[in-house]
């Protein structure tokens, strides 16, 4: 391990300092007010002394919840502290890439595509936690070339993984364990390869396993296994996405929203391109990858296993989620192009340039500094008819509404999809599912009773906008028309906002 880092030194140090700088400026721009708000949210409430899944409700393992106390405790209350952070930890992954797939590419083609990975989205420092995937692909290959003890400690990474995505350590996991036995298998040596990964899976069952003891002694493991089986489904159901079709790389019109379906599209259809070349690479020369570059094996089985991520919600994000088996195996398609390979390598070239594109446009466009308790964010001046980017004067206005009009020991309601706005205001929900998303509630007249006991003080309320899917716009009392019944019965219009957001105060 120490021969090739050492070999790739320059290398290495050059892609994490580019990585670094690019996901630092970046991660000025702009606020999610569901995911990135719902963590940011989650963690204040774990700092007051609440337990995820007991006291509020949480889609992600522990350590997705836990992990932003970390950045809080070292750089103080703020968004822009977990990103930091976040920042840190995802510069190490395109390193650790580049460490993996220079084993059956070429260094230039693999150094390009590690600065490509980086630049895909603009804030792909929300990916931070595959430092422990990839750290673990590497030392799982590397154990299998030096030393089996190895494997123990790749495993525990992927189990660490897990703790964070549990969707995305175990399909990693069984990615290896399944790649392991069909690039070894032949007569007599099944068992053989079964005893060699019992190290890995028993380092990638013992965080598992601390998990598991952890809920069984807070009585959380009944809430939390209830909430990976139904939650999923629900989400998969109500927001996927049509599958772009290809046409649509061609941009109907050139404002910003077309222009980056039509990339969409495009890297979507590269991956997929990339997933075909390969399978028929990979059917004329099984042997002989068999025999030397089994790797391309095991990720060839995680590209299988993780394609769906992309077929469900076709947006960047889980299209780049799906698709990062395609960036190693485009590395070494690329690699072995021969005369092709120079027309090849402007692939992942446009990925870098359109991914600075994308955060000079997103420099642009979040141009408006809004200070808050719990930090600073920048934010959008206006707001783009149809979509859930919330304009700097909205986020403002609703948190001097909340801030005006309740103490921090109030019970307020934000709803829906923004558990930001907590976070922002210095509030902290009282009710066990504070973000109501679409799907979020398992029952509607039971969160209704919960508002009644809990006496709620004012509501910031969006009845009319949301993400959208198949069907169009989701709107929230489309979904839950007895909680819009309720929130107009018991609480009168204050203010509204350009978007329809509602200011309301109890009657």
Same mark, same amino acid.
Not at 79 to 92: C, E, G, Q, W
Not at 137 to 152: H, I, P
């Given at each position: 391990?120490?021969?090739?880092?050492?070999?790739?030194?320059?290398?290495?140090?050059?892609?994490?300092?580019?990585?670094? $700088?690019?996901?630092?400026?970046?991660?000025?721009?702009?606020?999610?007010?569901?995911?990135?708000?719902?963590?940011? !949210?989650?963690?204040?409430?774990?700092?007051?002394?609440?337990?995820?899944?007991?006291?509020?409700?949480?889609?992600?393992?522990?350590?997705?919840?836990?992990?932003?106390?970390? #950045?809080?405790?070292?750089?103080?209350?703020?968004?822009?502290?977990?990103?930091?952070?976040?920042?840190?930890?995802?510069?190490?992954?395109?390193?650790?890439?580049?460490?993996?797939?220079?084993?059956?590419?070429? &260094?230039?083609? $693999?150094?390009?595509?590690?600065?490509?990975?980086?630049?895909?989205?603009?804030?792909?420092?929300?990916?931070?936690? !595959?430092?422990?995937?990839?750290?673990?692909?590497?030392?799982?290959?590397?154990? &299998?070339?030096?030393?089996?003890? &190895?494997?123990?400690?790749?495993?525990?990474?992927?189990?660490?993984?897990?703790?964070?995505?549990?969707?995305?350590? $175990?399909?990693?996991?069984?990615?290896?364990?399944?790649?392991?036995?069909? #690039?070894?298998?032949?007569?007599?040596?099944?068992?053989?390869?079964?005893?060699?990964?019992?190290?890995?899976?028993?380092?990638?069952?013992?965080?598992?396993?601390?998990?598991?003891?952890?809920?069984?002694?807070?009585?959380?493991? !009944?809430?939390?296994?209830?909430?990976?089986?139904? /939650?999923?489904?629900?989400?998969? *159901?109500?927001?996927?996405?049509?599958?772009?079709?290809?046409?649509?790389?061609?941009?109907?019109?050139?404002?910003?929203?077309?222009?980056?379906?039509?990339?969409?599209?495009?890297?979507?259809?590269?991956?997929?391109?990339?997933?075909? *070349?390969?399978?028929?690479?990979?059917?004329?020369?099984?042997?002989?990858?068999?025999?030397?570059?089994?790797?391309?094996?095991?990720?060839?089985?995680?590209?299988?296993?993780?394609?769906?991520?992309?077929?469900?919600?076709?947006?960047?994000? !889980?299209?780049? &989620?799906?698709?990062?088996?395609?960036?190693?195996?485009?590395?070494?398609?690329?690699?072995?192009?021969?005369?092709?390979?120079?027309?090849?390598?402007?692939?992942?070239?446009?990925?870098?340039?359109?991914?600075?594109?994308?955060?000079?446009? /997103?420099?642009?466009?979040?141009?408006?500094?809004?200070?808050?308790?719990?930090?600073?964010?920048?934010?959008?001046?206006?707001?783009?008819?149809?979509?859930?980017?919330?304009?700097?004067?909205?986020?403002?206005?609703?948190?001097?509404?909340?801030?005006?009009?309740?103490?921090?020991?109030?019970?307020?309601?934000?709803?829906?999809?923004?558990?930001?706005?907590?976070?922002?205001?210095?509030?902290?929900?009282?009710?066990?599912?504070?973000?109501?998303?679409?799907?979020?509630?398992?029952?509607?007249?039971?969160?209704?009773?919960?508002?009644?006991?809990?006496?709620?003080?004012?509501?910031?309320?969006?009845? $009319?906008?949301?993400?959208?899917?198949?069907?169009?716009?989701?709107?929230?009392?489309?979904?839950?028309?007895?909680?819009?019944?309720?929130?107009?019965?018991?609480?009168?219009?204050?203010? /509204?906002?350009?978007?329809?957001?509602?200011?309301?105060?109890?009657?």
């Amino acid at each position: 391990m120490k021969k090739i880092i050492l070999k790739y030194k320059y290398y290495l140090i050059l892609i994490f300092v580019i990585v670094l $700088t690019k996901s630092v400026y970046s991660s000025g721009f702009g606020f999610n007010l569901v995911d990135e708000g719902e963590y940011l !949210h989650n963690a204040l409430r774990i700092l007051n002394g609440d337990v995820p899944y007991r006291d509020f409700f949480s889609y992600q393992p522990p350590l997705y919840n836990y992990w932003n106390i970390l #950045a809080f405790k070292l750089l103080g209350i703020s968004p822009f502290s977990a990103r930091l952070v976040n920042s840190i930890f995802f510069s190490f992954v395109p390193v650790i890439f580049f460490l993996i797939t220079i084993r059956f590419s070429d &260094k230039l083609t $693999t150094f390009v595509i590690s600065i490509a990975f980086s630049f895909m989205v603009v804030n792909m420092e929300s990916l931070y936690y !595959h430092v422990f995937s990839f750290l673990g692909l590497f030392l799982f290959f590397w154990a &299998k070339d030096q030393s089996k003890n &190895k494997l123990f400690f790749s495993g525990a990474l992927l189990g660490i993984t897990a703790l964070f995505r549990l969707d995305v350590g $175990t399909l990693f996991f069984i990615g290896l364990i399944v790649g392991s036995l069909v #690039a070894n298998f032949r007569k007599g040596s099944l068992l053989k390869g079964l005893k060699e990964n019992s190290l890995f899976f028993v380092g990638f069952c013992l965080p598992i396993f601390l998990m598991l003891t952890w809920m069984v002694e807070n009585d959380l493991l !009944h809430r939390f296994i209830r909430i990976q089986l139904d /939650t999923p489904l629900q989400i998969t *159901s109500y927001n996927s996405l049509p599958l772009p079709k290809i046409r649509e790389i061609i941009p109907g019109n050139l404002n910003p929203s077309t222009l980056f379906h039509s990339y969409e599209t495009y890297v979507f259809y590269i991956i997929l391109l990339t997933y075909f *070349s390969f399978g028929v690479w990979l059917f004329k020369n099984w042997k002989k990858v068999r025999s030397s570059n089994q790797e391309l094996i095991y990720f060839s089985v995680i590209a299988a296993i993780s394609a769906p991520y992309m077929l469900g919600r076709a947006d960047l994000g !889980h299209i780049v &989620k799906g698709g990062l088996a395609a960036f190693s195996i485009g590395a070494f398609l690329i690699s072995r192009s021969g005369n092709l390979r120079r027309y090849l390598m402007f692939v992942p070239i446009s990925f870098i340039v359109v991914g600075i594109a994308q955060v000079y446009w /997103t420099s642009n466009f979040y141009n408006e500094l809004v200070e808050t308790n719990n930090g600073a964010i920048k934010l959008n001046r206006k707001w783009p008819v149809g979509t859930t980017l919330i304009s700097a004067g909205t986020i403002t206005k609703a948190i001097n509404f909340i801030e005006e009009n309740s103490n921090p020991s109030d019970t307020i309601l934000v709803a829906p999809y923004m558990p930001g706005l907590y976070f922002l205001s210095n509030r902290q929900a009282k009710i066990y599912v504070g973000n109501i998303l679409y799907t979020y509630l398992p029952d509607e007249s039971e969160f209704i009773r919960e508002l009644s006991e809990k006496n709620v003080r004012l509501i910031v309320y969006d009845p $009319t906008n949301g993400s959208r899917n198949r069907y169009g716009a989701m709107k929230l009392r489309s979904y839950y028309p007895k909680l819009d019944s309720y929130i107009k019965e018991n609480f009168s219009i204050v203010d /509204t906002s350009y978007e329809g957001w509602l200011f309301m105060l109890r009657r």
